[in-house]
């Protein structure tokens, strides 16, 4: 398996434009997650699925957040409007079984907003 | 909140030496991981540690864990400079999710 992808790998916008983050998660697992990394708050979880449905989206910031995952195979997580704050390492992760397995993580997605 | 803090938030040592990072958490928990992550990366998977184990080994690494301090640490011996990475515990506490710590950032001279 080629493990959790995301892209893009990088991304630079400008204020107030939207921007959207892709993951295909491992096949066969059951869990999708969606972390934030800044120095200055370290690793967030912003939301995770379960078999597609959202189940705990209480990190995410606000409304201008959304996720979503049509399928086992894809998620989207959607910032609209951007703000510099929101310049961060995005990551996805999966696990197979339970919310608390071990989490396989992908190689993230940096995100400028300028 | 953070439920994991590591300690020390950073170490330096020349390769051969041992590292040895420490994780405090603040609830009870079913189970304790250790992750590890290289500059630029995603995190990776190191090692998983049950509450009824008090000390487990893989490879180069060791980890322990007191529950009744609520505490673990991860001892990685002869270290390479390859080790060079931020390594971060997580717990599930009384929670159905994982929480990472803050991390340690070890750097290992050649």
């Known amino acids: 398996d080629a493990g959790v992808i995301q892209s893009p790998r990088h991304e630079v916008t400008e204020m107030g434009q939207e921007v959207t983050l892709r993951c295909k998660p491992i096949?066969?697992?059951?869990?999708l997650f969606w972390y934030r990394q800044t120095m200055m708050r370290g690793l967030e979880l912003l939301i995770y699925?379960?078999?597609?449905?959202?189940?705990?989206d209480s990190g995410m910031p606000e409304d201008r957040f959304s996720a979503k995952m049509p399928n086992a195979s894809f998620s989207t997580l959607k910032i609209q409007p951007s703000e510099p704050r929101d310049s961060a390492v995005y990551f996805c992760a999966s696990s197979l079984r339970l919310s608390t397995d071990t989490q396989y993580f992908g190689p993230g997605t940096r995100l400028t907003v300028l | 909140s953070q439920q994991g803090e590591e300690d020390p938030q950073a170490l330096s040592i020349q390769e051969g030496e041992n590292a040895t990072m420490n994780c405090s958490y603040k609830t009870s928990i079913n189970n304790l991981q250790w992750y590890r992550q290289n500059s630029g990366r995603g995190l990776v998977h190191l090692i998983l540690i049950r509450s009824n184990e008090r000390e487990k080994h893989s490879g180069r690494l060791r980890v322990t864990l007191d529950t009744s301090k609520k505490s673990s640490s991860l001892l990685i011996t002869a270290s390479r400079a390859a080790d060079t990475a931020s390594y971060f515990c997580?717990?599930?506490?009384?929670?159905?999710?994982?929480?990472f710590g803050t991390g340690t950032r070890l750097q290992v001279f050649p």
């Open positions: 997580a717990t599930d506490g009384d929670t159905d999710k994982l929480i």
């Open positions: 096949s066969g697992h059951d869990y």
């Open positions: 699925f379960n078999n597609n449905v959202p189940i705990d």
